[in-house]
């Protein structure tokens, strides 16, 4: 009877041995999928109306040149926003949407 429980128990230790040394098996990597707007292109806008307006199909790393009163710059990440003296100014929401303000010709600080 002893022999048995110590086979038992030796086998035992054995597969807990087995156990812990053990490579685990590889767990399936998660593939990003990149969103639209950030595998786009930036592009290069020209914007001919001064003042403030939303533009939801502007993205961050966009180009924007201020036709009427000059200036321009690049669209920044959500939740930030960028200007310059010439009065050009430019920010997105946490939603994305971007907001840009060109001058108007004639404006203080336009030069």
């Known amino acids: 009877m002893k022999a048995a429980i110590a086979v038992v128990v030796a086998v035992l230790v054995l597969g807990a041995v087995w156990a812990l040394n053990r490579t685990p098996s590889p767990t399936p990597s998660v593939v990003a999928t990149p969103s639209p707007v950030a ?3 930036p592009q290069s806008v020209m914007i001919d109306r001064a003042g403030t307006h ?3 199909n502007l993205a961050p790393g966009d180009k924007v040149t201020c036709v ?3 200036g321009g ?3 920044p990440e959500p939740g930030n926003g960028v200007g310059g003296s ?3 100014s430019a920010a997105t929401d946490a939603n994305g949407v971007v907001h840009v303000t060109c001058p108007q010709h ?3 600080g336009n030069v």
């Open 73 to 75: 710059g690049y669209v």
């Open 106 to 108: 004639g404006e203080v």
């Open 39 to 41: 595998s786009r292109v």
């Open 86 to 88: 010439g009065g050009f």
């Open 68 to 70: 009427a009163g000059g």
């Open 54 to 56: 939303a533009y939801p």
